[in-house]
Nanobody
Framework: QVQLVESGGGLVQAGGSLRLSCAVSGRSFSTSAMGWFRQAPGKEREFVAAIGWSGSSTYYADSVKGRFTISKDNPKNTEYLQMSSLKPEDTAVYYC??????????????????WGQGTQVTVSS
């Protein structure tokens, strides 16, 4: 059974930092491209960041570029999203996603095969 479990969300003041983690089990993590998406209340789920299976290629939404960093630790079967200089508009439920063996980051949600349950990030002004 494939499981993706996010952790690390919470309440933080604007300008602060958080690190989200996504622990993956039940599938080959080292050969999986990974991604992060988010969904704010009343809005559609949107792409945040993605990383290719080897970890050497990343891609970010313009809204988070320079503030967020995606990474994956293959021996630990864990993906991370380091978030800095957080803004109130970053408030959302953040979801991790696992895809197939892709060197390039996967940017569209429909191409991902497995999803986590989400973790809430709230940034206060």
């Amino acid at each position: 059974q494939v499981q993706l479990v996010e952790s690390g969300g919470g309440l933080v003041q604007a300008g602060g930092s958080l690190r989200l983690s996504c622990a993956v089990s039940g599938r080959s993590f080292s050969t999986s491209a990974m991604g992060w998406f988010r969904q704010a209340p009343g809005k559609e789920r949107e792409f945040v960041a993605a990383i290719g299976w080897s970890g050497s290629s990343t891609y970010y939404a313009d809204s988070v570029k320079g503030r967020f960093t995606i990474s994956k630790d293959n021996p630990k079967n864990t993906e991370y999203l380091q978030m800095s200089s957080l803004k109130p508009e970053d408030t959302a439920v953040y979801y991790c996603a696992a895809g197939g063996l892709r060197t390039s980051p996967i940017l569209t949600s429909r191409e991902y095969e497995s999803w986590g349950q989400g973790t809430q990030v709230t940034v206060s002004s």
